[in-house]
């Protein structure tokens, strides 16, 4: 089992920053790649980012250029700096982790961006 604990939600106004993190304990050897998904209130989650234990990225082309997705192996975390959001932002983010075939979940931090 790999038990995932996202930080870092809020309150912010458009245009501002937040730096969401994600913390993994349990079995975390052989944890693959890392991301983010999100959840507006009446709409289906939605991915966002993730990376590679190597570092490779990839993003969804609304968050291009705002958001950088990194990831620190030693202490287990991977983070989310969101920057220039917009009120189109504000959901509900979950952290996820693939081992050996599953995908694994955190419990949700909420972003929550005022025009």
């Known amino acids: 089992q790999v038990h995932l604990v996202e930080s870092g939600g809020g309150l912010v106004q458009a245009g501002g920053s937040l730096r969401l993190s994600c913390a993994a304990s349990g079995s975390i050897f052989s944890i693959n790649d890392m991301g983010w998904y999100r959840q507006a209130p009446g709409k289906q989650r939605d991915w966002v980012a993730s990376i590679t234990r190597g570092g490779s990225t990839n993003y969804t082309d609304s968050v291009k250029g705002r958001f950088t997705i990194s990831r620190d192996n030693a202490k287990n975390t991977a983070y989310l700096q969101m920057n220039i959001l917009k009120p189109e932002d504000t959901a509900v983010y979950y952290c996820?982790?693939?081992?050996?075939?599953?995908?694994?979940w955190g419990q949700g931090t909420q972003v929550t961006v005022s025009s």
């Open positions: 996820v982790a693939w081992r050996l075939g599953y995908n694994y």
